[in-house]
């Protein structure tokens, strides 16, 4: 069975950090792009970032921007979103999801390119 599994979601103080893990069940991530997006309450779920395959390129939101990078460890078949210097904005649900796209800078992230999401793990962001 294909499956992506989040998790690391919490409650972090602003300006604290968290590393959100997706990690593939039946699929190689190394093999795919993946992209993180998030969903706040009453909100549209909006494209948070993507990895490409070789060569690692990628996009952020410009919200997220100098505060939220991406790595892989394809020994392990997850891909990390590190996020840094929270804020209460960066409070939602968030997803990571395989794509059949391409990824790189100032190429648009679109959820309908992704084709298999995980569950989604909550972050929220408050004192």
């Known amino acids: 069975q294909l499956q992506l599994v989040e998790s690391g979601g919490g409650l972090v103080q602003p300006g604290g950090s968290l590393r959100l893990s997706c990690t593939g069940s039946g699929v190689l991530l190394d093999r795919h792009v993946v992209g993180w997006f998030r969903q706040a309450p009453g909100k549209e779920r909006e494209a948070v970032s993507c990895l490409g395959t070789s060569g690692g390129r990628t996009n952020f939101a410009d919200s997220v921007k100098g505060r939220f990078t991406l790595s892989r460890d394809n020994a392990k078949n997850t891909v990390y979103l590190q996020m840094d210097m929270l804020k209460p904005d960066d409070t939602a649900v968030y997803y990571c999801?395989?794509?059949?796209?391409?990824?790189?800078?100032?190429?648009?992230?679109?959820?309908?390119?992704?084709?298999?999401w995980g569950q989604g793990t909550q972050v929220t962001v408050s004192s």
């Open positions: 999801a395989r794509g059949s796209t391409f990824c790189g800078a100032s190429v648009p992230i679109w959820p309908i390119q992704y084709d298999l």
